[in-house]
């Protein structure tokens, strides 16, 4: 799947977002290497802290229905208002933390989506040089 359709879905995830506390809009598409989607938003709490992000959405959904591959994760954020070309939202220190237990740094990109033809694409490891994962218990 090219990055473009990537970015296009996670534009379309974000308008599922329920944000009515930071009114600021995200929606992210999962790519397995297998070739498959999954998309998730932002759903946020009156309570604050169940609050989930986008990021988190999408794997939890992919990783509930058995996939552990990962290709690629477009991220699209901005206030809700905001119109296109977005600026580049990047992942939460928590949703990085959540890509590196299922993804190999080197290998997943991180695509930070201002429009559907307008993206950057980076490695996980460049948004998270000195991450913990699992390496760090078994070494
Ligand atoms: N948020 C995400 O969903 N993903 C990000 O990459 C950054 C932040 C959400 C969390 C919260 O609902 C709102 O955006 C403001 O922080």
């Known amino acids: 799947m090219k990055y473009q359709e990537l970015a296009k879905e996670a534009l379309k995830a974000r308008e599922h977002a329920y944000a009515p506390y930071s009114g600021f809009a995200v929606g992210a598409a999962l790519l397995t290497r297998s070739g498959k989607t999954y998309w998730g938003c932002n759903i946020e709490n009156a309570a604050f802290t169940p ?55 080197d290998e997943l990109d991180v695509i930070l989506v201002r429009d559907e033809m307008e993206y950057e694409v980076h490695k996980l490891r460049e948004l998270v040089p000195f991450g913990f994962g699992k390496k760090n218990l078994s070494e």
């Open 51 to 105: 609050s989930n992000c986008a990021e988190r959405t999408a794997f939890f959904e992919a990783v509930k229905l058995g996939e552990r591959d990962f290709a690629a994760i477009a991220v699209a954020g901005g206030k809700q208002e905001e119109v296109l070309p977005l600026r580049r939202c990047t992942p939460c220190g928590v949703c990085l933390q959540v890509m590196l237990e299922f993804c190999d740094p």
